[in-house]
């Protein structure tokens, strides 16, 4: 009986393990099971060169490999029929003449539209009239008041593109991306575009681009204490 119950024993385990060559553990091929990288495509954007920026010399500024994706809004009211251009040119002399910026102080501008436009290069850290060490920053704003205003539909959607790319570029983990309240005491960027990144849903949505899926990017009701009108080109 006793060599009976170890040959039964022997046999459960080689059916149990033979399969697999040599009893080891299962071999999976984990290699196979990952999805292909999707590359996510730079979004389409105006350049510095086609708006007609006029940066000052950078050598001063800070060199930077990025780090980390931070997100602003403007802080004032968009109101519709005005210039995305006229507001570049407007910030990039206001910024050398009052605060000694050679450039813009933000990478990317997004306006109401979605359109996206080139401000400083990537390769220097962005400037802000905040407390905080911008180095390793990508600094993307969006224009508007979203304390006042709502964030547009088009404007998530290149926001989303954007992070999506960079987080890719310089790999950054999505769950990083924050808002410029997160890193310094400001209410930046409004309370109504603030939730899409607090509540994680601007994470959600980017890594669903990095995954090849085409995410369902939506408006959230507005909130009970406001604001209640969508910001329009």
């Not at 999805?35 to 950078?58: H, L, N, Y």
């Not at 997100?71 to 407007?90: F, N, R, Y």
């Not at 409004?190 to 607090?198: C, S």
């Amino acid at each position: 009986m006793r060599i009976a119950s170890v040959l039964l024993t022997a046999s459960l385990a080689f059916a149990i393990t033979g399969c697999n060559g040599g009893g080891g553990a299962p071999s999976t091929a984990k290699g196979a099971e990952k999805p292909a990288r999707v590359e996510v495509p730079k979004p389409a954007t105006v350049t510095a060169a086609q708006w007609g920026s006029k940066p000052q010399d950078m050598g001063g500024e800070v060199a930077q490999t990025p780090t980390y994706l931070t997100v602003h809004h403007a802080g004032e009211v968009w109101k519709p029929g005005s210039d995305p251009v006229k507001k570049l040119t407007g910030l990039q002399t206001w910024g050398a003449r009052e605060k000694g910026w050679p450039d813009l102080p933000y990478h990317f501008l997004v306006a109401p539209d979605g359109t996206i436009y080139e401000g400083r290069s990537v390769a220097y850290a962005p400037e802000t009239n905040t407390k905080y060490d911008t180095t390793g920053h990508i600094g993307i704003n969006l224009w508007g008041n979203f304390e006042e205003q709502r964030v547009s539909e088009a404007q998530l959607r290149s926001l989303v593109n954007l992070l999506a790319y960079f987080s890719q570029q310089y790999n950054v983990d999505p769950a990083t991306i924050a808002g410029h309240t997160d890193r310094a005491e400001t209410l930046c960027p409004g309370r109504d575009l603030y939730r899409y990144v607090h509540d994680g849903l601007i994470t959600q949505w980017v890594k669903e681009t990095q995954a090849g899926k085409a995410p369902q990017i939506a408006l959230l009701p507005p909130l009970p204490e406001g604001p209640a009108a969508v910001i329009v080109q």
